[in-house]
């Protein structure tokens, strides 16, 4: 059986919020629970309890093919909390606006913060009307190192794509060679060359994960751009934007690292960012 959705529930939350409708329709897809986790502060969780029982029973209405729908009131720190939730959940789902005060920061730092430390794979939703995992009509796009790709974010995009019958968008962005110091002169690129090399290793990354994945339809983009601002173009038609952090840094954020974290704060569609390493 799959481990649990966890949907981190704020005092706000209504039935028809984007981040509450994307856990619903993962939680289907995956025929997982859904599990609405909100934490109390020092407040009494008898509350907290009423709030979430009421958006449990809507879902449970409107929503009959979910598996199970439970709550939890849990005292405490809500970044404790959620991080406690994650040591035996399959996702954590967190809705992007943060409560800080601040309309021109896009995501909340506690949304931040659990991206670059949760122990499983955390989904960022925009706060946007209509998201939902089979409400956007786009394909699932990736972030692919084709030099040091990396396998669990490969693993849960070709998932993903296969999981809601759509396609699949690998994006490898690169850059021309620095120059090395001491040269005399500035180095001569052969263009084509490098762009054919920068194509084939894309393509040689891919080539396992075709075989794996016969019924996903695989398109390539290899670039000659910022890898951000490609992802972050794509996310405007796409279902799911899927990236990765690694886990050898001291901070969450320079866990996060400049692409996933740019991603994540300026995507229009839901991202997945996937713990590697």
Same mark, same amino acid.
């Given at each position: ?67 199970? #729908? ?56 925009? @706060? ?8 956007? @009509? ?11 790709? @990396? ?45 054919? @090399? ?28 910022g890898a951000a601002k490609e992802l ?7 279902a799911l934007v899927v990236v990765g ?17 740019? #991603? ?14």
């Amino acid at each position: 059986m799959p481990k649990p959705i966890v949907l981190a529930v704020d005092e706000d939350a209504t039935d028809d919020g984007p981040s509450l409708a994307w856990a619903a329709s993962e939680a289907a897809l995956r025929g997982a629970e859904l599990r609405l986790l909100h934490a109390c502060g020092d407040a009494a969780p008898d509350y907290a309890r009423q709030f979430l029982d009421t958006l449990a029973d809507g879902l449970r209405k409107r929503s009959p093919e979910l598996l199970a #729908v439970n709550v939890e009131a849990v005292p405490g720190d809500v970044r404790d909390a959620l991080a406690a939730a994650t040591a035996s959940a399959e996702l954590l789902v967190l809705g992007a606006r943060g409560s800080g005060g601040f309309p021109g920061l896009l995501v909340g730092s506690t949304s931040l913060h659990l991206a670059g430390t949760a122990g499983c794979p955390v989904v960022v939703v925009p @706060d946007r009307r209509g998201i939902g995992a089979g409400s956007v @009509d786009g394909r699932v796009v990736v972030g692919v190192d084709a030099k040091d790709p @990396d396998e669990a974010v490969l693993d849960f995009a070709f998932e993903a794509a296969e999981r809601r019958s759509r396609s699949l968008r690998a994006v490898h962005a690169w850059r021309y060679p620095l120059l090395t110091q001491g040269r005399a002169m500035p180095p001569v690129y052969e263009k084509g060359h490098i762009e054919a @090399d920068e194509e084939r290793l894309l393509a040689e990354v891919l080539a396992g994960w075709r075989q794996r994945y016969p019924s996903v339809d695989v398109g390539e983009a290899s670039v000659r751009s910022g890898a951000a601002k490609e992802l972050v173009a794509l996310s405007a038609d796409a279902a799911l934007v899927v990236v990765g952090r690694h886990g050898s840094h001291a901070g969450p954020l320079s866990r996060l690292g400049s692409v996933s974290l740019a #991603v994540v704060q300026n995507a229009l569609c839901p991202v997945a960012v996937v713990p590697v390493g």
